[in-house]
């Protein structure tokens, strides 16, 4: 059974949003990181870039698949996780805490994201 | 979907579970990465029950078999193992096997999960009225597979108290467990020592349940079918549907060894006479970061020089490597090669095969 906290914002394509004080804290669900296998590389986005909803922010090697994980809001990066450049298997061990990938600034609500139940229900 | 006899030992190890070839399978159990190193320095249980067996039995099934095959069926005594691409009538391959003699009129073929079904109707379409006393089983529903590999898999066998310190790399045993036959045989598809066993489903629950519990001491950990890809492109097996495909001239796939062209007859042996070959299986290291993926396109200059067949991070030499059908000019080691991952022209060089010696190559 994946792991999916309630207190987080989902996309259907497996992201996970936080959003606090006008900035969005975005990472890859649980669900991802398994279908994903064990992941060897992250090609982090450059800090001050603009993203819209739905633009490739960023894409994770798998020793598997090359995947594009896609911006949830629109805004701009603000912050990036470098730890996890160098250490791409944090996002397999820990993808809702220490495998978080970006920081945006945005003013969106999130109010269009899923919630917990309505993610599962899209990954079942 | 399909599910061999050990599917709920796989749920119950918590595997991820993926559609291969029609069978739920599982793809990894913990990590690709340690699965995969565990197996080069302990040993891994793989369930391959996936994989069909087709008997061939009669008089005549060792001539028919030598027409079927490209290797040589001669060079097979009772209690030996073969491998041999299967070719069809353009050179190509139809599926890469494993042939066992178990005696002068019955051999058993062991094929790919993928291929079951169209191998059993090539070998049924081929076999001709020239062969009067031959019948052919497909016997895949009944018999499960497990490999185990790597190099404390034989202090593991001997624990369990099958006698096979006699049996050399490519032969095998017909041994007794639980009153039954069984199939042990020194074959493998990681370049570890190892094991497979083939033997009828009503068995293979407990066996791999007893593996699985003597093999503790020795560090024995299910293996998935991610890391089956990942060891079998270190030491370069080539894979049916990558580097082994029904349009691709077999002898440019490098399984030119296992074809017998002193043979007088075999399906595929005038294509490989009057084709020209212009390809040539190729390996490679990126030099430049990025992982090569089957069916990424491979340049050289301005020019596009064949495609990716298989490519991965590769755990044992922390690399990212891979496999490539190019064009046969300026392929020698050491030349450049641009490999276009999304979009992305990505600096390569090709190397010698393989990265990784399989054990019978090795020096120690």
Redesign the interface.
């Known amino acids: 059974m994946s792991n999916i906290p309630e207190d987080l914002k989902y996309d259907k394509s497996h992201e996970w949003i936080k959003i606090e004080d006008g900035k969005a804290l975005v990472g890859i669900t649980d669900h991802a990181q ?2 994903l ?2 992941i ?2 992250v090609e982090l986005p450059e800090i001050g870039a603009e993203v819209k909803t739905g633009d490739v922010m960023l ?1 994770i ?1 798998s ?4 995947a594009d994980v896609y911006s949830p809001v629109n805004g701009k990066i603000v912050e990036v996780n470098e730890e996890v450049e160098s250490t791409p298997e944090l996002l ?1 061990q820990d993808p809702y805490g220490k495998g978080w990938l970006v920081k945006i600034e945005t003013d969106d609500s999130g109010e269009t994201l899923l919630d917990a139940a309505g993610y599962r229900s899209s990954i079942e | 979907m399909k599910q061999t006899v050990l599917y709920n030992q796989h749920i119950s190890l918590s595997a991820s579970m993926v559609d291969f070839a029609g069978f739920m399978m599982p793809v990894k159990y913990t990590s690709i990465i340690d699965e995969h190193l565990n197996v080069r320095k302990h040993c891994g249980l793989f369930d391959v029950s996936h994989m069909g067996q087709i008997k061939i039995l009669g008089k005549d099934a060792k001539s028919f078999l030598q027409y079927l095959i490209a290797n040589n069926v001669d060079k097979l005594r009772i209690g030996q193992v073969i491998y041999s691409p299967l070719l069809n009538e353009t050179g190509g391959v139809v599926d890469d096997i494993l042939i066992y003699m178990l005696n002068e009129t019955e051999f058993l073929l062991v094929v790919n999960a993928s291929n079951i079904e169209k191998d059993f109707t090539w070998i049924q379409t081929h076999l001709s009225s020239t062969y009067e006393n031959v019948s052919i089983d497909n016997m895949s529903m009944n018999y499960s597979m497990i490999a185990l590999q790597g190099p404390d898999s034989e202090k593991l066998m001997k624990k369990t108290g099958f006698e096979l310190a006699d049996l050399s790399y490519y032969e095998f045993k017909e041994i007794y467990y639980k009153d039954e036959k069984i199939i042990i045989s020194r074959t493998g598809y990681t370049g570890e020592v190892g094991f497979e066993i083939i033997l009828e489903n009503s068995l293979a629950e407990s066996f791999w349940i007893m593996l699985l519990n003597e093999g503790k001491e020795f560090n024995l950990k299910p293996v998935g079918l991610g890391a089956r890809d990942s060891l079998r492109l270190e030491v370069c097996f080539p894979l049916y549907g990558h580097e082994l495909q029904d349009d691709v001239l077999a002898i440019e796939s490098g399984v030119s060894w296992a074809i017998d062209m002193n043979k007088e007859s075999f399906i595929g042996r005038e294509a490989l006479v009057n084709t020209r070959s212009n390809y040539k299986l190729i390996a490679f290291e990126m030099v430049e970061r990025g992982i090569p993926r089957a069916g990424y396109d491979v340049c050289q200059g301005d020019n596009s020089v064949g495609k990716v067949t298989s490519g991965s991070f590769l755990p044992s030499l922390k690399k990212n490597m891979g496999l490539a059908l190019v064009r046969k000019e300026q392929t020698e080691i050491d030349s450049e090669i641009f490999i276009n991952i999304r979009s992305k022209y990505v600096k390569a060089k090709i190397v010698k095969k393989p990265f990784l010696l399989p054990f019978n190559r090795r020096k120690n």
Not at chain 1, 63 to 66: G, P, S
Request: charged fraction near 30%; proline fraction near 0%.
């Open positions: 398994t279908e296998t064990d060897v590389f894409v090697e020793v598997k698949v090359a397999n």
